[in-house]
Antibody, heavy 126, light 110 residues
Framework: QLQLQESGPGLVKPSETLSLTCSVS??????????WGWIRQPPGKGLEWIGS???????YYTPSLNSRVTISVDTSKNQLSLRLSSVTAADTAVYYC??????????????????WGQGTLVTVSS | QSALTQPPSASGSPGQSVTISCTGS?????????VSWYQQHPGKAPKLLIY???KRPSGVPDRFSGSKSGNTASLTVSGLQAEDEADYYC??????????FGTGTKVTVL
């Protein structure tokens, strides 16, 4: 069974860089049919897609965060990482990593987030 | 890219049906069939319920169904059960490898 686990500091100071890692177990990141995404959820609010990365390095980001976000992948460790620079209180959220199915074949098309980590709360505060 | 619009809340009695709307634009829901729905219980990660507008992954009860008309997608939960009380989110492809979630709907089982 595929499992994803986020890790990283739970507290980040304003203007600094938020860094998180997502470890994937029970399956390989090296699969052409899947991207691996980051989604966040401010306390009491809705979900926001941050971006997704393919093991090849192809990356897509949401336009509103494009200037501050970097997602990378380490295939040797089966991990993906998120870096968000110049954070403010508005970046306080639970951050989730998820498998982003991203393919079509003869049986149909498969574009969705099907496996999620448990999420990790990151608070931006001095 | 703006979030898709969902009603903040919806409710129904056990056994009844509830339908949640997800309104976007011609740039997302209105053009693409890649609409998915997620259920989220408090303190838990979201769970995939529906993909490609109306397809259910293995293991999701057929009480959950999806549809789309124009710029609005909908999720219907039939035969409401206590465990269906949760938050529900839609998600749509918005072109240019961009994805957008809905604002979320809290479903209460009365």
């Amino acid at each position: 069974q595929l499992q994803l686990q986020e890790s990283g500091p739970g507290l980040v100071k304003p203007s600094e860089t938020l860094s998180l890692t997502c470890s994937v177990s029970g399956g390989s990141i090296n699969n052409k049919n899947y991207y691996w995404g980051w989604i966040r959820q401010p306390p009491g609010k809705g979900l926001e897609w941050i971006g997704s990365i393919h093991y090849s390095g192809t990356t897509y980001y949401t336009p509103s965060l494009n200037s501050r976000v970097t997602i990378s992948v380490d295939t040797s460790k089966n991990q993906l990482s998120l870096r968000l620079s110049s954070v403010t209180a508005a970046d306080t959220a639970v951050y989730y990593c998820a498998r982003h199915s991203y393919y079509y074949d003869s049986s149909g098309s498969f574009y969705y987030f099907d496996y999620w980590g448990q999420g990790t709360l990151v608070t931006v505060s001095s | 890219q703006s979030a898709l619009t969902q009603p903040p809340s919806a409710s129904g009695s056990p056994g009844q049906s509830v339908t949640i709307s997800c309104t976007g634009s011609i740039s997302d829901v209105g053009t693409y069939k890649y609409v998915s729905w997620y259920q989220q219980h408090p303190g838990k990660a979201p769970k995939l319920l529906i993909y490609e507008v109306n397809k259910r992954p293995s293991g999701v009860p057929d009480r959950f169904s999806g549809s789309k008309s124009g710029n609005t997608a909908s999720l219907t939960v039939s035969g409401l059960q206590a465990e269906d009380e949760a938050d529900y989110y839609c998600n749509s492809y918005a072109g240019g490898n961009n994805w957008v979630f809905g604002t979320g709907t809290k479903v209460t089982v009365l």
